[in-house]
């Protein structure tokens, strides 16, 4: 009989977490499916070659021309980078992104145990932007506009990061994430908080704003999400969209879904609207509604749909 090894889930984990801190040389190599760089915005020189923390690039922006390069190359394809960045505050306004990669924050900025990035991001791509994949960021913006702009970008993900809605000066920005364009696909938005200035203003027209033509793929789920409006969904057409188990505090509506095509489950919407109408604080497809809280000025909480006996 061959000689079997019977590796337990402890282990497996191990070696996953040994991988993202980049230690260890473990044959359970999950994330190291392609190229691995480092940035670290305090020290780090563009100049370096990015291959570990005694030798990283300076900007995430230098980082992701050369992981492109990398995937670009017919070896590469079918890989995937990871970028990991570290730094107090990475000051750059973004516009290319990072195809087929994962760009993790690590260490920690003031209080926060992560990177941050200041600035204001616009991408555009289709084919030649996809599968770029956030970590454990905060954001801040330095302008009033949208933190981030994707105009027919595919594969966009954001994981347990946080957005703040700072603008410029006492004005907060409009909105902390947009997609906009003609198509776009797959988007996920998971265990995140969108927060407030510390003044208590809100992004100013929206949170997140979902205004694609076509979208193939949308999943929001279990975030922490504060703005006027907390989600905005003008695409006409939405297909395979989840709205599941979040929080949102919003002054006016908490959801306008104007493509009545999300699954919208499991939700607290806290809003400073009237909710003896509804549809005056949440605007969704109630066929396609389950389980869903409401709480506004008057009226107390209710049901959304509300409870059939």
């Known amino acids: 009989m061959a000689d079997q090894t019977v590796v337990s889930a402890a282990a497996i984990i191990n070696a996953f977490f040994e991988t993202l801190i980049g230690g260890g040389n473990s044959a359970l190599d999950f994330v190291k499916q392609g190229n691995i760089y480092y940035v670290e915005a305090n020290v780090g020189s563009d100049n370096n070659d990015g291959s570990d923390w005694e030798h990283a690039f300076k900007t995430l922006k230098y ?9 670009a190359l017919n070896t590469g394809w079918a890989s995937r980078n ?7 505050a990475c000051d750059e306004d973004l516009t290319n992104g ?37 970590f454990n960021f905060e954001f801040w ?17 954001f994981h347990n990061c946080k957005f703040s809605a700072y603008g410029t000066g006492a004005t907060p920005a409009t909105y902390a994430l947009v997609w906009d364009g003609a198509t776009g696909s797959d988007v996920v938005i998971e265990d995140c908080i969108f927060r407030p200035m510390n003044t208590g203003s809100k992004y100013s027209i929206a949170a997140i704003l979902l205004d694609q ?9 279990n975030n922490i999400i504060d703005g006027v409006v907390g989600i ?45 109408t509804l549809t005056d604080c949440v605007v969704i497809n109630v066929n396609l ?21």
């Open 213 to 221: 033509v076509t979208c193939n793929g949308l999943v929001i789920r």
């Open 232 to 276: 905005d969904i003008d695409s006409v057409n939405l297909r395979q969209g989840y709205i599941d188990n979040n929080l949102i505090r919003s002054t006016g509506m908490a959801i306008n879904d104007a493509s009545s095509a999300a699954v919208v489950t499991n939700n607290r919407f806290i809003t400073d609207v009237d909710s003896t």
């Open 98 to 134: 990072a195809t087929k990669c994962d760009i993790v924050g690590v260490g920690s900025c003031d209080a926060q145990p992560m990177a941050r990035i200041l600035g204001t991001h616009a991408f555009t791509g289709g084919a030649s932007l996809m599968g770029m994949r956030f």
């Open 63 to 71: 980082a992701i021309t050369v992981s492109n390069a990398s995937i």
């Open 289 to 309: 509604a389950c389980d869903n809280k409401v709480t506004g000025t008057t009226a107390g909480m209710k049901n959304y749909p509300a409870l059939v006996a």
């Open 82 to 88: 990871t970028i990991f960045v570290k730094g107090d």
């Open 141 to 157: 913006n330095d302008s009033a506009d949208a933190n981030f702009t994707f105009t027919t970008c595919d594969g966009i993900e």
